[in-house]
């Protein structure tokens, strides 16, 4: 076309009103689940060095949390429990009174279904050696023993009252085996949300901190090579194969291609993680004054949902909900 041009995109750009309301994806405070921690015999929070406003709660101000989580708008909270006393099979997992089983019914009691409470369903946090599973006797995770303590920890979570339990051990088979033993004991309606893409990522340093994981070693042999993206693809197929209601992908930003290759081969909503890592480097950058911490939160989350995923987990979850506020 001659002379000067007369399609102009940046019509579309010209005020915060026409931005908003030519907007591709946006962010609700719903898409966001809070990860909290709670520990065993505090009586105050305690601070998380490597994850700056982050805390280790107790009971009392997890229940506050929980509300004020509420009242902002998040989807869901997704609870970690750090026991005083751990063993080599994780024991305190399964124990009702163990500090996970009783922070859920703390937190149900507070707001019962005005969100979605969902447990991590692993035993790294349980265990003296800090693996996900149960260990042979030379030293290698046993998938199979380890399937068997899922199941467990399954129906004591769900018996203290969660609505989704997210198994995030990366077992074979974990899925159908929680499904299986969940429905045995009568919680046909617990709905799972399988962390099916869990890469061995160098971002979990500081959630590592938070549960005060005692893991000497790696976890290469269970979770993902970040290289692999046919590998994470054949994963979720399995999981939703299983019974699988939700998948995962995590950590978020570093796998945003794999996030997305994932949300276009399933029919089931899928989240993303938005790691220790991710939320620890963003808040050392902004403490430097490199950063407007504001804007860098809701662009990070925006390219997640952009990516496609529903569901965010994000440490950032109340704070990103109070800036939606209109």
């Known amino acids: 076309m001659a002379g000067f041009p007369t399609v102009r995109p940046r019509r579309l750009r010209r005020s915060p009103a026409m931005r908003r309301l030519v907007a591709e994806t946006h962010v609700e405070p719903s898409n966001l689940i809070l990860p909290m921690f709670v520990k065993e015999g505090l009586t105050e929070p305690r601070p998380i060095s490597s994850l700056p406003g982050v805390v280790q709660h107790s009971r009392e101000s997890l229940r506050k949390a929980a509300a004020e989580a509420v009242h902002a708008g998040v989807g869901g909270i997704m609870l970690f429990g750090v026991p005083q006393v751990r063993d080599e ?22 707001v019962g279904d005005a969100t979605v409470i969902m447990s991590d369903l692993c035993l790294d946090e349980f265990t003296s050696h800090g693996h996900c599973g149960v260990l042979a006797a030379d030293g290698t995770v046993d998938n199979d023993a380890t399937l068997a303590a899922y199941a467990d920890l399954a129906v004591a979570q769900a018996t203290a009252g969660a609505h989704v339990l997210g198994p995030s051990g990366m077992m074979d088979g974990q899925v159908g085996v929680v499904r299986r033993a969940l429905d045995e004991a009568g919680f046909l309606d617990v709905s799972l949300l399988a962390y099916a893409v869990k890469y061995a990522s160098a971002f979990y340093g500081p959630f590592r901190e938070a549960v005060e994981s005692a893991l000497v070693g790696d976890r290469k042999t269970y979770q993902q090579d970040p290289g692999n993206v046919r590998e994470a693809l054949r994963e979720v197929a399995l999981d939703v194969a299983e019974g699988a209601d939700m ?11 794999v996030l997305t290759k994932v949300a276009e081969s399933v029919d089931v909503p899928v989240a993303a993680y938005q790691v220790s890592g991710e939320y620890a480097m963003v808040e050392a950058a902004v403490a430097n004054g490199w950063l407007d911490r504001d804007r860098v939160i809701m662009e990070t ?8 995923a529903q569901m965010i987990l994000t440490y950032w979850a109340v704070d990103a909900a109070r800036l939606l506020r209109p």
């Open 89 to 110: 099979r994780g024991s305190a997992g399964v124990d009702p009174d163990g500090i996970l089983n009783v922070a859920i019914r703390d937190v149900v009691a507070e």
């Open 247 to 257: 998948v995962m992908v995590k950590p978020a930003l570093p796998y945003l291609d």
């Open 301 to 308: 989350l925006t390219s997640i949902r952009r990516a496609g």
